[in-house]
């Protein structure tokens, strides 16, 4: 009988409770209703200013990738927005602070978890807006050389000459030092050879002056230059260098292919000769060597 009456009790403490539950449902229905509609107005909001924001940087920004997790992040800053709002409405200020106070504690050990993530995140939506790099450009870091075909917020991809694909962190690019080919229309190309001993400096100087010049005309500000360097083993080298076209590394060798056939093609014309590296042996008559092979006779 006493368990019965106990039971009882609880089920009507259960009922006052779903009771009182209803009416505070029924007195924030309004509200309710006000922070849904927020919600989804905000919703609605968020796409609209994230589409903006994407045409934008499509006019200004190369990387596709980094443009979409842009786009992605402006809408979800914009969605959490309407849902601290939401709560507002609905009366829920203390959980809106323990919300904050928690999402701020989550953060503060993300960042010290994931520094270098977010180091290259950071780096990344850095490279996409610098106007020193861009998506195809020829470059070459401390280790790399290549055509940059990706800018994510974590990676920057090069594609080397040789189709092999190189995936760095995007610190490495921020702050090491980099040579970008593409941002210049016109680089210097040098061809280096050599000639005998026997020939005539002066003349094999005036001769690739004036072949340089008529075979590749220079512009304002850009001169052909000769130099002789040094005494070599069995020649005399010189080295001459000449402004071109180079935005990629095709443009270089096809130049400085043109550059050794027409120097050689000319020395040929003019008797010149390119020596190469001759090592004599001297040997032993037949008398010596078989002497060297007779044994010695004991005595």
């Known amino acids: 009988m006493i368990r019965f009456l106990e039971i009882g009790i609880y089920m009507d403490k259960l009922k006052d409770k779903l009771l009182g539950w209803y009416e505070e449902l029924i007195l924030r229905l309004p509200n309710l209703i006000l922070a849904i509609f927020t919600l989804f107005l905000f919703y609605f909001i968020a796409k609209g200013v994230a589409s903006l924001v994407s045409k934008i940087l499509r ?29 507002n409405v609905l009366g829920l200020d203390k959980a809106l602070a323990t919300i904050l106070a928690g999402a701020g504690v989550i953060a503060l050990a993300f960042g010290l978890a994931l520094q270098g993530t977010l180091n290259n995140t950071f780096s990344g939506v850095l490279l996409s807006f610098l106007p020193r790099i861009r998506i195809h450009d020829y470059i070459e870091t401390e280790n790399h050389k290549g055509f940059v ?8 991809v090069l594609r080397q000459p040789d189709n092999h694909i ?10 090491k030092p980099f040579v970008n080919f593409s941002l210049t229309e ?3 190309i040098t061809v280096k050879c050599g000639v005998a001993y026997s020939s005539n400096l002066r003349e094999v100087r005036d001769m690739i002056m004036k072949l340089m010049t008529d075979n590749f005309p220079q512009e304002a500000g850009e001169k052909i230059e000769f130099y002789w360097l040094e005494f070599g083993d069995s020649s005399i080298n010189f080295m001459t260098r ?20 027409l120097i050689k093609e000319e020395f040929d014309r003019n008797n010149i000769n390119i020596p190469f590296p001759i090592r004599t042996l001297h040997m032993g008559t037949n008398v010596e060597i078989a002497k060297e092979r007779e044994p010695k006779n004991e005595e």
């Open 242 to 261: 000449f402004s071109c076209v180079y935005q990629r590394p095709g443009q270089m060798f096809d130049r400085q292919s043109e550059a050794i056939m």
């Open 59 to 87: 006019a200004r920004m190369d990387n596709i990738s980094v443009r979409h997790i842009i786009k992605k992040l402006i809408f979800l800053v914009i969605l959490l927005i309407g849902f601290f709002i939401s709560l």
């Open 186 to 188: 016109r680089s210097r």
């Open 166 to 175: 190189v995936v760095m962190p995007n610190s490495l690019i921020v702050d």
């Open 149 to 156: 075909e990706e800018i994510s917020l974590r990676n920057f």
